[in-house]
């Protein structure tokens, strides 16, 4: 089945340290998202990515890195800068932009805390 | 620029019932519209979406949307509330354009009593 694949399902940190949060799809879509959700908050974007090799900042980048080597994934780096990393992450892709809005389908999530 | 603002963040309903879920939108261009159901410790699923073709929008899981441009509203509706419809509830707006990229509602929490 295609889908979007998020790991691990949970994910424990310790202060000063990096973790990478996988993200994989197998939709064959162009473009991945990542965001960030905190209980109240809705959901904010931290990085997105329209193609292979390019990535944008969305509203809430400080402190989280990205790569986009390959179609299929989108790993997300939460650095030892980002001072409350504590949230629940989600992975989402979707068809190339600029053929009118498509929806996004999303990952089951990633569960970060501080140890 | 673009916002959604849903009114109310928890909303709790009899099996049944009438659900009614409200989403208002602000956008300077002509606006898609999504609604998404997260159910605890998943994704999300997309039930609907709005891009232009018709102003009355039917999901899944027996959910639909009307579009009024007049009162800047997408709001959510299903005619009789199931157990299983306890979920939280997300409405997004896009612009379309070069980067497809969705703004999101803070969401609204809705409990099926039995």
């Known amino acids: 089945d295609g889908g979007i694949t998020q790991s691990p399902k949970y994910l424990f940190r310790k202060e000063g340290q990096n973790v990478t949060l996988s993200c994989e799809q197998n939709?064959?879509?162009?473009?991945m998202y990542w965001y960030r959700q905190d209980p109240g908050q809705g959901l904010r974007l931290i990085y997105y990515s329209q193609i292979v090799n390019d990535f944008q900042k969305g509203d809430i980048a400080e402190g989280y890195s990205v790569s986009r080597e390959k179609k299929e994934s989108f790993p997300l780096t939460v650095t030892s800068a980002q001072k409350n990393p504590t949230a629940f992450y989600l992975c989402a892709s979707s068809l190339g932009a600029g053929v009118g809005a498509q929806p996004q389908h999303f990952g089951d999530g990633t569960r970060l805390s501080i140890l | 620029a673009q916002s959604v603002t849903q009114l109310g963040s928890h909303v709790s309903v009899s099996e049944g019932a009438l659900v009614l879920l409200r989403c208002n939108y602000s956008s300077s261009v002509p606006p898609y519209l999504f609604w998404y159901v997260q159910y605890p410790n998943q994704g999300l699923q997309l039930l609907l979406k709005y891009t232009s073709a018709a102003t009355l929008v039917k999901g899944i899981n027996g959910f639909e949307a009307e579009f009024k441009k007049s009162e800047t509203s997408f709001h959510l509706t299903k005619p009789s509330a199931h157990m299983s419809d306890a979920a939280e509830y997300f409405c997004a707006v896009s612009g379309g354009g070069a980067t497809n990229k969705l703004i999101f509602g803070t969401g609204t929490l809705l409990a099926v009593q039995p």
């Open positions: 939709l064959n879509h162009d473009a």
